[in-house]
């Protein structure tokens, strides 16, 4: 009996040592690497590509021998992201096609006739919705009216209308793989931020329903919810640990290839309260209870707003 106690003492320490430190959540985690056969020669389109996550999500898939096409407002930032991609089709290959998600329905069924027309009318085989409105910080009655409805515009409403263009083409193909760049705060409260939670909350909602609606005719949803993560201008003296630019992108790769619905992405304490919120949610709101007016304080100082200390009654020092 003292042995059968002592190997379940050595697994659950083992787990959680690897749940400290892990940077996902572990039906990613337990993933492994890309399937790459998922990746290669598949047409893969890719919004918000000119920078940050999307320019690295184009970068690492042209290295996998995807056939690309990279949307954003600004043509010549597309034009330079696509001269610096290498791979079995890039950058040569490599299809550039301006697309601003509130121009309206009828420009966003032109955007999606013209990806459709690529590579020898071959079809769209992964929509990648990673195109953001920049999230304001704010506390919840503060948000103006033309930040909620930017916000909303591009974070919801043209998603689910380019989804609305394109699904149809997938749906005569019998196949077709939805990404979706969510947040950690489309699962969290977050205090500070609330239209953009809001946001990702419908995001969430909708991406799931309609995954359910039409799994059965082929079509795959991959919801994906980061914490923080870095960028290629961090701020000036945050004490923030947060995902890199690079392995979150290795880890979006892994979830959509390996056809998982969910993915989380983040170090702790955010993956931690994430669990919280999926499992024992009257805990987790609570957390976030106690902690939302101190994270609205330290937000609007450019301080840690992810840190443990916010748990804590504690003044910042000045």
């Known amino acids: 009996m003292m042995i059968l106690c ?54 690492q898939l042209a290295t996998l021998g995807a056939k690309l096409i990279i ?8 034009q330079h992201v696509k001269q610096q991609l290498t791979g079995k089709y890039a950058p040569r290959d490599v299809m550039v096609l301006p697309l601003d998600l509130t121009s309206g329905e ?19 085989d992964y929509m990648i919705h990673n195109a953001a409105y920049e999230r304001p910080k704010s506390t919840a009655l503060d948000v103006t009216e033309e930040t909620l409805k930017a916000m909303l515009n591009v974070n919801v409403v043209g998603p ?17 793989h939805l990404v979706v760049m969510s947040s950690a705060a489309g699962k969290t409260p977050a205090p500070g931020q609330a239209v953009y939670s809001a946001s990702k909350f419908a995001v969430n909602g909708y991406f799931h329903s ?25 701020r000036t003296g945050s004490t923030e640990r947060r995902v890199s630019s690079e392995r979150c992108v290795e880890l979006i790769i892994v979830a959509a290839s390996h056809g998982i619905k969910e993915a989380w992405i983040s170090y702790q304490p955010v993956l931690a309260v994430m669990y919280l919120m999926q499992y024992m949610p009257s805990v987790g709101y609570w957390l976030m209870d106690k902690i939302g007016e101190k994270r609205v304080e330290v937000g609007a100082q450019k301080g840690n707003t992810y840190s443990i200390n916010l748990l804590f009654d504690k003044k910042k020092e000045s």
């Open 210 to 234: 309609l995954r359910s609606e039409l799994c059965r005719k082929g079509i795959k949803v991959t919801v994906v919810c980061p914490g923080p993560v870095e960028t290629p201008n961090p």
């Open 71 to 78: 949307s954003a407002r600004n043509e010549a930032e597309l």
């Open 160 to 176: 689910i209308l380019m989804t609305r263009m394109l699904v149809p083409y997938m749906l005569k193909r019998g196949r077709g």
């Open 6 to 59: 002592l190997v379940f003492l050595v697994i659950f320490v083992f787990l959680f040592i690897k749940f400290l430190i892990a940077d996902g959540d572990f039906t990613l985690l337990s993933k492994g690497k890309v399937k790459r056969e998922e990746i290669e020669d598949k047409v893969i389109w890719i919004t918000g590509a000119s920078r940050g996550i999307g320019e690295i999500l184009a970068k």
């Open 106 to 124: 009828e420009s966003l069924r032109l955007a999606v006739e013209k990806a459709e027309s690529f590579f020898d009318a071959a079809g769209v």
